[in-house]
Nanobody
Framework: QVQLVESGGGLVQAGGSLRLSCAASGRTFSSYGMGWFRQAPGKAREFVAAINWSGGSTYYTDSVKGRFTISRDNAKNTVYLQMNSLKPKDTAVYYC?????????????????WGQGTQVTVSS
């Protein structure tokens, strides 16, 4: 069982930055691939970024490439999402998720555990 708790969301102006954190419980964190998803009002939850168990491979949706960076610290059981050059269309609830198996990083079905989400609002 893995419990995930996101933090770091808030209100920021367009062009600004935020860093989201996702703290995981459990001693097997380093064996899980981790992902970030987001859900805007009235829209489906969508993939944002993912990182494999070692941190050696990362994956991004096209709309955030060059602006967002996913990283992890296995010693701290934490995954991060650094978000720069934020845009109003990035406004959403951001969720982290953990996957024990699989390689289809953008698929919600691959992930076994989800956090409760943290709100990110980008004003124009």
């Amino acid at each position: 069982q893995v419990q995930l708790v996101e933090s770091g969301g808030g209100l920021v102006q367009a062009g600004g930055s935020l860093r989201l954190s996702c703290a995981a419980s459990g001693r097997t964190f380093s064996s899980y691939g981790m992902g970030w998803f987001r859900q805007a009002p009235g829209k489906a939850r969508e993939f944002v970024a993912a990182i494999n168990w070692s941190g050696g491979s990362t994956y991004y949706t096209d709309s955030v490439k060059g602006r967002f960076t996913i990283s992890r610290d296995n010693a701290k059981n934490t995954v991060y999402l650094q978000m720069n050059s934020l845009k109003p269309k990035d406004t959403a609830v951001y969720y982290c998720a953990a996957a024990q198996y699989g390689s289809n990083w953008s698929s919600r079905a691959m992930y076994d555990y989800w956090g409760q989400g943290t709100q990110v609002t980008v004003s124009s």
